[in-house]
């Protein structure tokens, strides 16, 4: 069974930075999409960011578009989010998340999720 674990959130100041991993065990980590996704407190989970499986193509949600980047590591089976300028409504559970779609951006896209990590921003 593919797990994908996240670490990397915290407590962060307001323009501050974080780079959140997403490590994803199994050998086919290469021939799927990787998301990222954020809850914040009390609403619905919103998609972030997307990169295709292959070409590396990228795609953000228009509120973090220019401040936060999605990358990933073949090698290492791992994709990153390098958020910067951060800001207090950045504040949410962070997901990483697996698709076998071409371009997803949903949450039903995606059939296999992380746990989920805290990222605080304070003003």
């Known amino acids: 069974q593919v797990q994908l674990v996240e670490s990397g959130g915290g407590l962060v100041q307001a323009g501050g930075s974080l780079r959140l991993s997403c490590t994803a065990s199994?050998?086919?980590?290469?021939?799927?999409?990787m998301g990222w996704f954020r809850q914040p407190p009390g609403k619905d989970r919103e998609f972030v960011a997307f990169?295709?499986?292959?070409?590396?193509?990228?795609y953000y949600s228009d509120s973090v578009k220019g401040r936060f980047t999605i990358s990933r590591d073949i090698a290492k089976n791992t994709v990153y989010l390098q958020m910067n300028s951060l800001k207090p409504e950045d504040t949410a559970v962070y997901y990483c998340?697996?698709?076998?779609?071409?371009?997803?951006?949903?949450?039903?896209?995606?059939?296999?999720w992380g746990q989920g990590t805290q990222v605080t921003v304070s003003s």
């Open positions: 998340a697996r698709s076998a779609q071409w371009i997803a951006t949903m949450p039903h896209q995606y059939n296999i």
């Open positions: 199994g050998r086919t980590f290469s021939n799927y999409g």
């Open positions: 990169i295709r499986r292959t070409a590396g193509e990228t």
